[in-house]
């Protein structure tokens, strides 16, 4: 929502909104001119012409109830996001159970590197460009959200797969309904880039480690966690790709990027200068600094196959233990994927399950965090920031402690490692 009221106020719009609580994402709109206010507070909404609504938003939310009261005519962050869309000759639209902000931010360094003229609508925030970019109307970055089917909402130019890994399927159902969605997306666009053997997609192109993809990583290289790798365009060698984040799966990410931008019509040398300036993306391997003399991370993992992938990046770089920190992103997703998470954290030897965050749900016995704590025999369960700050206090110099997580421990981290200083 916040980049997207970023490109409102690039346009000169009154832009205001509401969140529940401040954050950097409030402060900064502030600071570009939109009133913003918090918590219950309506302020006045009623002085605006149109209200956005995310899915998150309850009918009950009293900016909804006045906008009905006075007829004040309302949309959908989803639908809202395709209208924008128009405003652009090309969109590429990038989805997928997990990589969505990490290939945004690459095509957004990839697009800037080569001068086009372009706007980038990222879900996280990119280290040098915020979660917001733009440099003209040529091209529409944007990442599109699998959540009630909103990315079928946009008609891409250029749509990327990353995955069609199962989540969310409080809303889909069954994993068939899903990959029936995905499926829908990319034949919707003009260019589908999607994960090698994943959707049977006619006539797309395909990406991944096998060279019978029509864009693949060889010579793969592992750096301390930094990999370096040589990029292929259907048999042809495009050249050496440097990447400056951590993690094999992030080499897929930017395969990706490479075969989406290639089909904008970017060349290879261009790609690899943007690629080699990405420095990545705020909670995506982000160190936060020490508690103590060891090392904290944070990461937005929060499906088991990304937590998979951030602890297998975690364990190729840690000298001493590991600590994870892990906080459940709402109880739909830990009880339909329950087997899946108790899987892929029960080898973890130092483990801390912190309370569920419920975004926009109610408690579920079945998916709450507790029930996952029981399941995993060394683990322990926390509700309260001094539970974590106990926890970790056990880890010495050359540990590592992994906090991951879509919700707030974000913020609870941090406050944990200000609170030891």
């Given amino acids: 929502m916040s980049g997207l009221a970023k490109y409102l106020l690039s346009q000169g719009k009154r832009v205001g909104g509401s969140d529940i609580c401040a954050n950097e994402y409030t402060r900064d709109l502030t600071v570009l001119g939109a009133e913003i206010d918090i918590g219950n507070d309506i302020g006045n909404c009623e002085d605006y012409g149109l209200i956005v609504y995310t899915d998150a938003a309850k009918d009950t939310d009293p900016h909804l ?188 990410n930017a395969v990706a990027a490479v075969a989406a931008a290639r089909c904008a019509g970017i060349p290879f040398e261009q790609i690899r200068n943007g690629l080699a300036l990405f420095g990545g993306v705020g909670r995506r391997f982000e160190n936060l600094g020490k508690f103590g003399s060891a090392v904290c991370i944070a990461d937005y993992a929060h499906h088991p196959n990304e937590i998979r992938a951030v602890l297998r990046t975690a364990q190729k770089i840690v000298q001493g233990r590991l600590f994870v920190v892990f906080q459940p992103h709402t109880y739909s997703r830990t009880k339909n994927l329950f087997k899946q998470f108790v899987r892929v954290l029960s080898p973890l030897n130092n483990l801390l399950i912190y309370k569920t965050f419920a975004a926009r749900e109610y408690f579920d016995d079945e998916g709450s965090a507790l029930t996952l704590s029981q399941s995993l025999k060394k683990s322990r369960y926390g509700d309260d920031p001094s539970d974590i700050a106990d926890f970790i206090s056990k880890a010495e110099e050359g540990d590592i402690v992994l906090f991951i997580g879509a919700g707030d421990i974000y913020t609870i981290a941090k406050s944990v490692l200000a609170n030891n200083k």
């Fill in 65 to 252: 109830l006045l906008a009905n009261e006075k007829g004040t005519p309302t949309i959908s962050r989803g639908q809202f996001l395709y209208e924008i869309s128009r405003e652009f000759k090309k969109v590429i639209a990038v989805s997928g159970c997990h990589g969505k902000t990490t290939c945004t931010a690459m095509l957004t360094h990839i697009f800037a590197a080569a001068g086009k003229k372009f706007a980038s609508h990222i879900g996280g925030n990119d280290l040098t460009f915020s979660n917001f970019y733009c440099s003209g109307n040529d091209f529409f970055i944007t990442e599109a959200c699998e959540y009630k089917k909103n990315f079928l909402l946009l008609k891409p130019n250029i749509a990327i797969v990353l995955n069609s890994d199962a989540d969310h399927l409080e809303c889909y159902g069954s994993e068939q309904a899903l990959k029936q969605a995905y499926m829908c997306f990319a034949g919707s666009a003009d260019i589908a880039v999607t994960l090698f053997r994943d959707l049977p997609v006619s006539g797309g192109l395909s990406f991944g480690f096998d060279k019978t993809a029509d864009y693949y990583a060889k010579n793969i290289k592992n750096c301390c966690g930094r990999y370096a790798f040589t990029v292929y365009e259907k048999g042809n060698e495009l050249g050496v790709i440097n990447l400056q984040i951590y993690g094999k799966h992030n080499v897929l």
